[in-house]
């Protein structure tokens, strides 16, 4: 079984959703699955000044496991997710990400598939960007990158976004629409197949 590392960050729960629909699809694709959240760094005043953050952060604090770096060494390909911030991914992503010195050091990062996904309150308010700084960080750690490209039909329904999964969430929450999970289901079972082919 291939092993596959979903690990994302969502304060209102639309990455979240699209981060469900990657390990769904992943496991669809026969791989072993472990989905995770990056751990949270705002002070409990912010959360509470967002009724959809505050919802989001007291259904997920018993479901979904927190990631550690030992879940990237585990896996045997990783998409990460976040929602758009200034046109990048958000600081607690950024904070996870900059604990990984040691695993990219020793080289437990590289030569394996990785991916993005991301939600953004506008259609052009930086999804693509957000999605090419991952790829950033993904040619620093000598992954693999697998964008899902124009390689399936289902993908011009959700967007045609060919670097990965995105959604306009219209600062909402629950904005996932049916088309985007397929592509974000989809886009997991892709990781997981390129990863096996790399590891075979
Ligand atoms: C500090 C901050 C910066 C943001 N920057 C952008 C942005 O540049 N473009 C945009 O369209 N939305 C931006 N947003 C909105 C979120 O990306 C959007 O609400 C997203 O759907 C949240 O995903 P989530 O539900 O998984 O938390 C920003 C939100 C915050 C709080």
């Not at 998409?79 to 758009?84: D, E, I, K, R, Y």
């Amino acid at each position: 079984m291939t092993k596959i590392a979903v690990i994302y960050y969502s304060s209102t729960g639309n990455v979240h959703q699209l981060a469900a629909a990657v390990a769904q699809g992943a496991e669809e694709a026969g791989a072993e699955v472990r989905l995770r959240r990056v751990p949270e760094l705002a002070p409990e005043e912010a959360i509470d000044s967002n009724p959809l953050w505050r919802a989001h952060v007291d259904a997920t604090a018993g479901e979904v496991q927190e990631a550690t770096p030992a879940d990237l060494e585990w896996a045997e390909g990783y998409a990460l997710g976040s929602p758009t911030r200034f046109g990048t991914p958000a600081a607690q992503m950024k904070q996870f990400i900059d604990t990984l010195g040691g695993l990219w050091f020793t080289g437990k990062l590289a030569n394996k598939g990785a991916t993005a996904f991301t939600s953004a309150q506008n259609v052009h308010g930086g999804n693509e960007t957000t999605i090419l700084t991952f790829f950033n960080i993904f040619s620093h750690f000598g992954a693999v990158i697998v964008p899902p490209g124009y390689t399936d039909p289902l993908l011009f329904e959700a967007g045609g976004n060919p670097y990965g999964t995105s959604n306009a969430s219209g600062g909402k929450s629950a904005t996932v629409t049916e088309a985007e999970l397929a592509a974000a289901r989809y886009q997991g079972r892709r990781l997981a197949e390129v990863s096996a082919k790399l590891t075979a």
